[in-house]
């Protein structure tokens, strides 16, 4: 079994940063696909990134590419989220997912940490 702790989020002017963490319990999470997901209010699910067990493959939605960055650190089994230049409509709760099975099915979820962007 694995649990999932989000954290990192908060209140940000637009065009600022933050770093969202994902902490793992489990000794099998450093096996596992993680990935980081936000809701908005009245919105579905949105995928937004993908990194590998090792950390050498990642994947990001077109809405998010090139703003923000997926990374782990297997040893402190956490993944993490920079999120750069942010934007008003980047505010939702943020997710993280753990064990991919194929286009948004994980075994684990997150508890989710709200960010707020503020104009």
């Known amino acids: 079994q694995v649990q999932l702790v989000e954290s990192g989020g908060g209140l940000v002017q637009a065009g600022g940063s933050l770093r969202l963490s994902c902490a793992a319990s489990?000794?099998?999470?450093?096996?596992?696909?993680v990935g980081w997901f936000r809701q908005a209010p009245g919105k579905e699910r949105e995928f937004l990134a993908r990194?590998?067990?090792?950390?050498?493959?990642?994947n990001y939605a077109d809405s998010v590419k090139g703003r923000f960055t997926i990374s782990r650190d297997n040893a402190k089994n956490t993944v993490y989220l920079q999120m750069n230049s942010l934007k008003p409509e980047d505010t939702a709760v943020y997710y993280c997912?753990?064990?991919?099975?194929?286009?948004?099915?994980?075994?684990?979820w997150g508890q989710g940490t709200q960010v707020t962007v503020s104009s």
């Open positions: 990194i590998s067990w090792a950390g050498t493959i990642t």
């Open positions: 997912a753990a064990n991919w099975k194929g286009p948004t099915t994980y075994d684990y």
């Open positions: 489990g000794r099998t999470f450093s096996t596992y696909t």
